[in-house]
C-alpha cells in the first residue's frame, strides 16, 4: 500500500505562489508516475501535472504550462507542485496521486490508484 499527504495549501493573493508538497510512503516501489489534480467546487477533477517517478519525465496540462511546474527528490520521496502567478481561478482542493501503470503519465483521474486527502489553495483577487 502507498500512502500520500499532501501539505502547503492555504490562502495567497493574485499573483502569489505557494509550493504543495506531498510525501509518499509505503510501498513506493509500485509507483511509476505521480500527478497533481485539482477540483473546485462544481467541476470535475482536473490534471495539472504529471512526472515519471523514477525517470525524470513531466507533464504539463495546457491550463498551467509556465506557472506550475511538478518537481520530485528523490531522497525524501516528495513530490511537489510550484504554483507561481496564482489566480482567483486556481482556487480548489489540489490532490497527488500515483500510478502503477508503466509506460505513461496518465492526465484521467481514474487511472490513478492512489490519493492523498487534498490540500486547499484559495487565491483573492
Known amino acids: 500500500q502507498v500512502q500520500l499527504v499532501e501539505s502547503g495549501g492555504g490562502s495567497v493573493q493574485a499573483g502569489g505562489s505557494l509550493r504543495l508538497s506531498c510525501a509518499a510512503s509505503g510501498r513506493i516501489s509500485n509507483i511509476y508516475a505521480m500527478g497533481w489534480f485539482r477540483q473546485a467546487p462544481g467541476k470535475e477533477r482536473e490534471f495539472l501535472a504529471g512526472l515519471t517517478w523514477t525517470g525524470g519525465r513531466t507533464k504539463h496540462a495546457d491550463s498551467v504550462k509556465g506557472r506550475f511546474t511538478i518537481s520530485t527528490i528523490d531522497i525524501n520521496n516528495t513530490l511537489y507542485l510550484q504554483m507561481d502567478s496564482l489566480k482567483p481561478e486556481d482556487t480548489a482542493v489540489y490532490y497527488c496521486?500515483?500510478?502503477?501503470?508503466?509506460?505513461?503519465?496518465?492526465?484521467?483521474?481514474?487511472?490513478?490508484?492512489?490519493w492523498g486527502q487534498g490540500t486547499q489553495v484559495t487565491v483573492s483577487s
Open positions: 496521486a500515483g500510478n502503477r501503470q508503466w509506460g505513461s503519465i496518465p492526465i484521467t483521474d481514474s487511472a490513478y490508484e492512489y
